[in-house]
């Protein structure tokens, strides 16, 4: 009928008289409706006005309910036909599902949405140009400063202009041009590219702005326990100006330091404590919220993510390398902690946009979806930045020493001390080999007690730390290479992988040069995520370039020999940046030997490399300072 009233009577009209009777003529074909649409940014809020011509809001309602693509009419009630043949109906019906506008909104004459659904519009609005859109100066003023965001008017604080790259300076324009228009938003690069330093440099920049006002800029990082001393120790590396307070102690010290946060302070705690100290954060004001490693609350019924949810912040941040390891819902869970609703309830999310995507990875739903979050997600891969990065990024990484192990490591070290104390300047030149023994016995506390005491029943500090970053870089798609001094320190974490379902490769010493050479190929070719070598192993001789990630384990503190292992993977033929992690024991003799290599490599090249020991220019004293707690 539809066919026969649009075109069929004009069609039976060219070649003959027709006659229609009154019944038909009162079917009328409508055209579609004019569509005008307003926009402004008043405060928090978005201020949209649609005017719809010709066509009652109730029949349009109506028909968007029972809207579907590609269907060229609706029929009224009334018998009417009307005309949706073109876009504006599928744009109105795509902006209601995606603002997520209900229909007694939708028959208001103005219709107020939270102002982070400002891009989204936009974008919708340009893709249908038939349709006359008014914008107000705030909303183009919002649309440019997101869009064009190294233009904008921030500086970076003058000690990290000459630290950053290029790419590190538009992340952080990118989290200060997110707090100015009032969003949240999640950094993701890849593994290494210095996601701690973005954040670190837009502190600091909060801090110098408010240095002179009396305005709130409290900052709360929450991060894993393996990390919370990281934070702290690239703190003092890079912004040791930063007033920065690790809760740490026992409940009631945590409770004080909270309580005692002034306004000016930064706050970093674990999620577990976060759990823990939750009521004592009541009633206090943070500027900013960042959250490390986000994907500890890709579950959204989990306490972590209900906990960090809890915390008042005016500006969210998340980081994370992998926003989506398995599902969607994990991004849905990372988007209500950052801009609570932005995503929708999970139940319309998960029917809408999970579970088409799923169906259909290309579809309507996935588009819909990039849209939305396209503006509030950083996502910069090694590979992409390549230019920017040097070709290998080193990076020390901190763990405290667990209750047992911290007990006898200062055991040892006061056996160590009454020893240097009790010798003359000569008994002290001839029994350096004893010292050395000991001081290796300090470094095997330091990876493991385990390895002195066949009994230890723990998990070393270390053990975890280093778990913990093979499967984050594994989850990134990663592979490792994975170096330690002590054979015996290998072996143990070969049960811990076991235990794990992390798949290894061994090379020791003992192994064959065939077995070497086959290992080496299979570890290129396959998808075996760690190769675990020993230091006199695995010096030289190998290209293992599958690799990008090394982690010394326990740091040899000779960096000749140190930089030959990493050499492995940092080699003609590899296509990605590198990065090195070195695992310390905070406040411990490894600590301290990082800090001595500054200034007398020589010198600790000589006591941790177990080399011309008998030749080495070090002192009594200056080995009693190595013992020394941080």
């Known amino acids: 009928m539809y066919d026969l009233l649009l075109n069929g009577i004009s069609q039976l009209q060219s070649v003959g008289e027709v006659y229609v009777s ?9 055209s579609t409706p004019k569509i005008e649409v307003g926009v402004s940014v008043e405060g928090n809020l978005l201020d949209l006005k649609m005017s719809v011509e010709d066509i009652p809001k109730k029949e349009l309602i109506e028909i968007l309910s029972r809207y579907q693509k590609k269907k060229k009419y609706y029929r009224l009630k009334n018998g009417d036909f009307v005309d949706i043949d073109d876009d504006k109906i599928a744009f109105i019906s795509d902006i209601q599902r995606g603002l997520g506008i209900k229909d007694s909104e939708l028959q208001e004459e103005n219709i107020y949405l939270p102002k982070y659904r400002a891009l989204y519009l936009d974008t919708q609005l340009k893709e249908n140009l038939s349709i006359p859109v008014v914008k107000n100066r705030e909303f183009k003023s919002l649309i440019r400063n997101m869009k064009t965001i190294e233009d904008n008017d921030f500086e970076i604080p003058e000690k990290m202009e000459k630290i950053l790259r290029e790419y590190q300076k538009r992340g952080f324009l990118w989290i200060k041009t997110l707090k100015a228009n009032g969003f949240g938003g999640i950094l993701a690069d890849d593994m290494g590219l210095g996601k701690t330093l973005q954040v670190l440099t837009f502190l600091l920049s909060e801090q110098i702005e408010n240095k002179d006002k009396k305005k709130n800029c409290r900052s709360l990082i929450v991060a894993p326990a393996s990390l919370v001393l990281n934070w702290k120790s690239e703190m003092e590396r890079f912004t040791p100006e930063l007033p920065v ?89 990372i988007f209500e902690y950052i801009m609570p609703g932005f995503l929708y309830t999970y139940q319309k999310f998960k029917k809408e946009i999970e579970q088409q995507v799923v169906n259909e990875p290309d579809g309507e739903a996935a588009k819909r979806l990039k849209k939305m979050v396209r503006p509030f997600i950083l996502r910069r891969l090694k590979k992409d930045v390549l230019t920017d ?48 023994s000991e ?31 093979i499967h984050k870089a594994a989850e990134a798609g990663h592979k490792i290479l994975l170096f330690s001094q002590f ?12 235990q794990e379902k992390i798949s290894f490769y061994k090379l020791t010493g003992s192994t064959s040069k065939e077995k070497r050479i086959q290992m080496v190929e299979q570890f290129n070719e396959d998808d075996t995520t760690v190769f675990c070598i020993s230091l006199k192993a695995g010096g030289t001789g190998l290209n293992l370039t599958a690799a990008d990630i090394v982690i010394h384990y326990d740091p040899w ?15 003609i033929g590899q296509e990605n940046v590198v990065t090195v992690y070195k695992l310390i024991a905070k406040g411990t003799i490894e600590e301290n030997i990082v800090k001595l290599q500054e200034k007398k490599r020589d010198l600790a090249d000589q006591i941790l490399s177990g080399e011309e020991m008998g030749t080495g220019s070090f002192s009594k004293e200056e080995l009693l300072e190595l013992l020394k707690e941080m």
């Open 22 to 30: 009154d019944a038909l003529k009162k079917i009328n074909i409508r």
């Open 245 to 333: 307070q690790v809760i740490v102690g026992n409940v009631e010290e945590r409770k004080e330091k909270i309580q005692q946060a002034g306004e000016k302070d930064i706050l970093v705690t674990s999620y577990d404590l976060l759990k823990r100290d939750i009521s004592a954060y009541s009633g206090l004001k943070f500027a900013n919220q960042i959250i490390d490693e986000a994907q500890f609350i890709k579950n959204y019924g989990t306490q972590a993510a209900k906990t960090v949810r809890r915390i008042q912040a005016d500006f969210k941040l998340a980081l994370t390398g992998t926003p989506v390891e398995n599902r969607l819902s994990e991004l849905w869970s």
């Open 389 to 436: 990065l040097p070709d290998k990024i080193e990076k020390n990484t901190y763990t405290n020493l667990e209750e047992e192990q911290q007990r006898l490591y200062d055991a040892h070290v006061k056996r160590l001390q009454l020893l240097l104390d009790k010798q003359t300047e000569e008994e002290f030149k001839t029994s350096k080999i004893v010292v050395l």
């Open 439 to 469: 001081i290796t016995k300090l470094r095997q506390i330091c990876c493991c007690p385990a390895l002195l005491y066949e009994d230890y029943p723990y998990f070393s500090a270390k053990e975890n730390l280093c778990v913990d970053l």
């Open 487 to 498: 054979t015996s320190m290998l072996d143990r974490l070969e049960e811990r992988f076991k």
């Open 557 to 571: 503190w000779n960096l000749a020999v140190q930089n030959q292992a990493t050499d492995r993977a940092h080699r």
